[in-house]
């Protein structure tokens, strides 16, 4: 099955896509990844509140794996590193959490500065003219990355 989103271990152009044979191996992964971090599924189920047993049916330890429905994902936040969870979503999305003291003066200060360097980046009188340039390029990526760590 084909999808408008690409699938990690999935591409998307071939018309025999597995996605969920892909979801099953990903939800194989996470659960033995966080087992191999001191995670047992066991201390999974006491804070997820997820009866044990389901979640070896997810984790694929009772034979068949069973495809975890989106309300044992929401369940599962906070108790399974949000980077490893990330593992269950399609390619170039992640589970973020947003930080409590984000300081939104500095991020309007640095975006304000980003959006100043790429509006003289496209400027005619630019390095590139209306194209960046390598020299702006590297100076945007500065900005954007500075801006990424404050946010």
Do not use: W
């Not at 408008?4 to 999935?10: D, H, L, S, T």
């Not at 044992?72 to 990330?86: H, M, T």
Request: net charge neutral; with cysteine; glycine share 10%.
């Amino acid at each position: 099955m084909a999808t408008g989103v690409p699938f990690r271990g999935c591409n998307i152009m071939a018309r025999n896509c597995d996605i969920g044979g892909i979801i099953r191996k990903n939800q194989e992964l996470v659960f033995r990844v966080a087992k191999a971090n001191g995670l047992s599924l066991k201390a999974i189920s006491l804070d997820s509140g997820i009866p044990y047993s389901t979640l070896r049916t997810y984790a694929g330890n009772n034979g068949a794996t069973a495809i975890m429905p989106i309300d044992a994902l929401y369940e599962l936040v906070g108790v399974i590193p949000d980077e490893l969870l990330s593992v269950l979503l399609p390619e170039g999305r992640s589970i973020v959490r947003v930080p409590d003291d984000l300081d939104h003066d500095a991020i309007e200060t640095m975006a304000r500065d980003y959006l100043a360097a790429k509006g003289a980046a496209h400027h005619p009188a630019s390095p590139g003219g209306r194209e960046i340039a390598d020299c702006e390029r590297a100076k945007l990526g500065g900005k954007y990355a500075a801006l990424k760590a404050v946010a």
